[in-house]
Structures are given as C-alpha cells and as structure tokens.
C-alpha cells in the first residue's frame, strides 16, 4: 500500500500527500462550507492483504455564498498496518 493519502475534493485529484498536507487541502475545502448534517450510511471491511475497509458518509451542507442545501457523498478508505487503521483516501463526491 502506497504511503501517502489519495484525496478527490472540489474536483480535484490529490495524490500522495502526507498527513499534513491531507489535513490542509481538507480544512481549505470545509471553510467554504456551513454543514448541516453528516450521517454515517455504511461502515465495512472489504478484505485484502493488507486488510483494507471503507466508511460512506452523507454530507449535506450549505456552500459559501450560496442558500440551497447540496449533498455529498463520502468515502473514507482505511488500511490496517501495524495493528492500527490507517486512512489512505478521502473522496467527497456531489
């Protein structure tokens, strides 16, 4: 399993990038944002060596400068390595 984190947000393509990164490119996008739900839709393991599993989320949320609600879809993949979950993608789809 590759070592950086894969992110698709606003339409963009993020790849390899480290935690910090990640947490930035993440916090830009969410400050153009107001929430006004997150629901947890699905959680699983998908199998694989290394063990890898995945967590769906519904985001609905208001965008900046705008006044209708608009929903997102989530994904979260996890990898387990060393005993511990590790997320190496972030997906937020409209």
Do not use: K
């Amino acid at each position: 399993m590759a070592s950086g984190i894969r992110l698709r947000v606003g339409g963009e393509d993020h790849v390899s990038l480290s935690r910090r990164q990640a947490v930035a490119v993440l916090r830009d996008y969410l400050a153009g944002h107001r929430t006004e739900s997150t629901r947890l839709e699905r959680v699983a393991e998908v199998g694989g060596s290394p063990l890898q599993g995945y967590a769906a989320l519904r985001w609905t949320v208001v965008h900046e400068g705008a006044s209708q609600l608009v929903e997102h879809s989530i994904y979260v993949g996890f990898v387990r390595e060393d005993e511990v979950w590790r997320v190496f993608e972030v997906r937020v789809l409209q």
